[in-house]
Structure formats: C-alpha cells, structure tokens
C-alpha cells in the first residue's frame, strides 16, 4: 500500500522528517476513530493502532488523532501499533460538544462540498452556514446542487447559490443519471481528500456513490476485534474511492454548529463586513436605531437582501454565544489548575513541615 494514495504528500513529509528517527516511525493515516483504537493505513498496510501513552497524558481531546489526521506510527504489523504524534493539520472542522468539549470532526481534506437539493429542502441560509465552516476550515468550498433532474427552477436555484458564493464553484448534478458529473469531476485530482456537508436526504451519499461509479460511503456500526475485546466504529472513516479520491465520512458533519468560525462568517459576509466599514460608528450594531448605518440603507435601498441580513444576524448572535460560553470554560478551567496548583503547593509544605 502506497500512502501517497492516501493523500500524503509534501506538506506532510516536511512535517514528518522531524520524526524520521532510529525508533523506525512510519507515516500513516487515520482510516476510523473507534473508542479505544484508530484503524490507520500506511506503507504496511491497514492496521489497528492505539495512543503511545507518554505522547498522550496530557494531550487535550482536540490533540488526540481523528479522522484524516497523519501521525507517526511505530508499526507492529499483525500486533497492535502506536501512534507517537499527530502531525500538524492542513485543514480542520472543530465541533463543540456540550458533554465531551470541542473535538476535531474532521481532518486535511482538499475541499467542502457543501451540498443541497434543488427542491424544497432548498435552503439558502444553511448554506451560508455551511459556507462559514467551510471557509473556516481552510479547505476549499464547492456549492453542489443535487438532484437538478426533479427541478424546472435550476436556474432560479443557481442564481440565488451563486449570489451567496460569491464566487464559490456551484455544481448542478443529477447523481441518479451523471448530468454535470464530468464538471464536477474536473475539479479534482488523485489524492485529494473531500468531506461532504448537508443535511439528510441531499443526496451525499449518491453523489459520492456516482463520483466513484461505485457504492461506498454509507457504513453501518462495525465491530472489529483486537485483543482487548470488541470495540464499535463512531461512524467516522475515511474511504478511498476507485477513481483515486478519498472521501472523509462521518455523522458530525450533519449538525454543525459555527464554533467560533469569525473568519469564515468574515468571508461568507464579506459584503455586509465591507458594507459596516461605512457606517458612521466604529462600534455600529447595523440595527435600524443606528444613526448613518451603511447596512441599513443598504437595506432601504433593496441592495442588500434581507434574509441574507437577518442570517448575518443570527450567525453572528451563535458566534458570540459560543465565544462567551468558551470564556466560561476557560475561566473554569483556569481555576480547576489553580486549586490543583494550590492543593500540591500545600501538600508539599506540608511534607517540608513534617521532615
Ligand atoms: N432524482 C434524484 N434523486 C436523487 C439524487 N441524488 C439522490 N437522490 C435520492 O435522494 C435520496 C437520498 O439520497 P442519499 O444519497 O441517501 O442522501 P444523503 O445525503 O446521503 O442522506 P444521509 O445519509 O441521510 O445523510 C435517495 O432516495 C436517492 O436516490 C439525484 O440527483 N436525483
Ligand atoms: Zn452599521
């Protein structure tokens, strides 16, 4: 196995000369997150690996391996392996989790494809949305529209995505029966990694599907067996499809909320961002009680939309929350490591006392 195929490739070899080193580290790739063991491929072959535990002790959630992610493997081909480090990321999508914290969703991938259907699931605010994380994320966007063959609107559809875009690639495709596939297709090379974002019902899984001229992405909980006993995917793999793409899966990718993603809804918004550079306060609200707001008359005159306004509004209401609610948790745990500090700088005067 080749893990160029895998998209491996320079950036990651530069990061990975730090660890060619005596201890015979390879380069490889998380394949699937399972709770207590990764699946990883690499030059041999597809494994089962687990955290070499000095490198892990103290490593937050996020600094953990997830789907996507390169790391230096001490490879135990037929044995179980050890990851020893997660090489520095490309690309990523973070997600808050109100019960385990923030956590990495996904990994290096080339492009979002930020999916939805031409029919009345149609809907632009999510997308705007989608467009956030994506530009957060560092990966290139694409806009796909599926299922073109159930609509005689297209064009209405692709107007309204291509105003939104500004500029993003918009797909038309019909996966049922490949119009606009060979467009789309054009955009990729071998080795590049896509991670798709849509609800439900879009279409994801038929597009991969019809990407690849075969069927892939839909998994079911596996069980695989190591050693220790049984263990359950978390749903989160990573597929190489017959044409030379990779295609990161996971259920994640189905509710995202923006995090703290301000440059993405910076670029997503860069009209209604340029727009409040005009207004006559540096701290202007662009509510309708402002004096001299450039967005507001930007409003009257019908230049600006609306809805795409009130989605700015209400993306950047979420943005502020999570950065408030962050700040708690920082300052939650701040104090955890002072009582901690303050407990060990007690015990140990007391230890000095009692010699
Ligand atoms: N007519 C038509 N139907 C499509 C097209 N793409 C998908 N469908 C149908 O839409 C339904 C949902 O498609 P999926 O590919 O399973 O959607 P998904 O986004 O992967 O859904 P989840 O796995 O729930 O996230 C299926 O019945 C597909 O056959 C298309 O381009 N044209
Ligand atoms: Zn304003």
Redesign the pocket.
């Known amino acids: 196995m080749n893990i160029n195929d895998y998209g491996y490739n320079d950036y990651f070899a530069a990061h990975f000369a730090a660890y060619e080193t005596s201890e015979r580290l390879i380069p490889a790739r998380i394949s699937a997150v399972f709770k207590h063991v990764y699946r990883v491929v690499s030059e041999d072959g597809e494994q089962l690996a687990k955290l070499k535990t000095s490198s892990f002790r103290d490593a937050l959630r996020v600094d953990r391996p997830s789907i996507g992610d390169f790391v230096a493997l001490e490879s135990h081909p037929g044995d179980t392996s050890l990851i020893h480090q997660v090489l520095p990321r490309k690309t990523i999508i973070l997600r808050d989790d109100p019960d385990i914290g923030e956590q990495v969703v996904a990994a290096n991938f080339d492009y979002c494809l930020l ?1 939805c ?1 031409a029919n009345d699931d149609f809907n632009l605010n999510r997308i705007e949305r989608y467009l956030t994380i994506a530009w957060n994320s560092g990966a290139q966007p694409l806009i796909i529209v ?5 609509t005689d609107q297209l064009d209405h559809y692709l107007q309204q995505l291509e105003i939104a875009g500004f500029g993003v690639p918009v797909y038309p ?4 029966h490949g119009d606009g596939l060979t467009e789309l297709q054009a955009h990729f090379a071998v080795g590049d990694t896509l991670v798709l974002l ?10 991969v ?1 019809a990407l690849a001229g075969e069927y892939k ?2 998994t079911n909980a596996i069980r695989e067996d190591d050693a220790k006993g049984k263990h359950t995917t978390t749903h989160r793999e990573l597929h190489l499809l017959h044409n030379g793409m990779i295609v990161i899966d996971t259920p994640g990718m ?1 509710s995202l909320g923006i995090g703290q993603a301000s440059t993405g809804l910076e670029e997503t918004f860069h009209d209604i961002e340029s727009l409040a550079e005009q207004c006559r306060f540096h701290d202007c609200a662009h509510t309708e009680d402002q004096p001299d707001c450039a967005v507001q008359q930007a409003l009257t005159e019908g230049t600006l939309p609306t809805k795409h306004y009130n989605n700015w509004l209400k993306l950047k209401k979420e943005l502020a929350y999570n950065e408030r609610k962050n700040n708690v948790t920082q300052l939650r745990q701040e104090k955890q490591k002072w009582k901690t500090l303050s407990k060990t700088h007690k015990q140990n005067s007391k230890n000095r006392a009692n010699r």
Do not use: H, Y
């Not at 599926?146 to 159930?150: I, R």
């Open positions: 999916v259907s599926t299922k073109s063959d159930l495709v019909d996966s049922i849509g609800s439900s019902g879009v279409g994801k899984s038929s597009l599907n992405m839909k189905r």
